[in-house]
T-cell receptor
Framework: KAGVTQTPRYLIKTRGQQVTLSCSPISGHRSVSWYQQTPGQGLQFLFEYFSETQRNKGNFPGRFSGRQFSNSRSEMNVSTLELGDSALYLC????????????FGSGTRLTVV | GQNIDQPTEMTATEGAIVQINCTYQTSGFNGLFWYQQHAGEAPTFLSYNVLDGLEEKGRFSSFLSRSKGYSYLLLKELQMKDSASYLCAVRDENAGNMLTFGGGTRLMVKP
């Protein structure tokens, strides 16, 4: 079966712009979680969506938002980009909420210049 | 909140055994996961412990002691392809059962 698909793989944006990242989970998975990965901070939890509802949210500013559609695909949006937002953004899907059996996508590498 | 600590880097020799430790503090422990991540790739699931003891899966084993807030990942018969980052993650039922990751341990396997 197809894995977790994240698009785009690479992205370069300018400070102040906004960006939308997409994640298509494994078929049948209803939970999608987003993480930011940087060399200094490791994997930091952004938010989790389950059946179109945000279930959990990490400690990120309001510039970071997300949503989930009825087909379980999820998007995350970052507005007013800052240099510090440069990171690998990983999406993980699972059947149930709560981190069970996470399958990660290959991520979107965002560079803010 | 949660605090998860693991060594930043380790080096080992091909064919040897290496143990990667992880300590954690959490209010509602509900499972510990180990993931492997090769550079530029997605993390992949290695193991899951929720009860004390050792879980063995081929060359990889993972141990958990809940009373000590301690886990380790044991890699035997190291191969060059085992060079990767190893991520320890804890699930906390008091935090919506979400996973919190440690900073990861970068393992370099040398010939």
């Amino acid at each position: 079966k197809a894995g977790v698909t994240q698009t785009p793989r690479y992205l370069i944006k300018t400070r102040g712009q906004q960006v939308t990242l997409s994640c298509s989970p494994i078929s049948g998975h209803r939970s999608v979680s987003w993480y930011q990965q940087t060399p200094g901070q490791g994997l930091q939890f952004l938010f989790e969506y389950f059946s179109e509802t945000q279930r959990n949210k990490g400690n990120f500013p309001g510039r970071f938002s997300g949503r989930q559609f009825s087909n379980s695909r999820s998007e995350m949006n970052v507005s007013t980009l800052e240099l510090g937002d440069s990171a690998l953004y990983l999406c993980a899907s699972s059947l149930l909420t709560g981190g069970s059996g996470y399958t990660f996508g290959s991520g979107t590498r965002l560079t803010v210049v | 909140g949660q605090n998860i600590d693991q060594p930043t880097e380790m080096t080992a020799t091909e064919g040897a055994i290496v143990q990667i430790n992880c300590t954690y503090q959490t209010s509602g422990f509900n499972g510990l996961f180990w993931y492997q991540q090769h550079a530029g790739e997605a993390p992949t699931f290695l193991s899951y412990n929720v009860l004390d003891g050792l879980e063995e899966k081929g060359r990889f084993s993972s141990f958990l002691s809940r009373s000590k807030g301690y886990s380790y990942l044991l890699l035997k018969e190291l191969q060059m392809k085992d060079s990767a980052s190893y991520l320890c993650a804890v699930r906390d039922e008091n935090a919506g059962n979400m996973l919190t990751f440690g900073g990861g341990t970068r393992l370099m396997v040398k010939p």
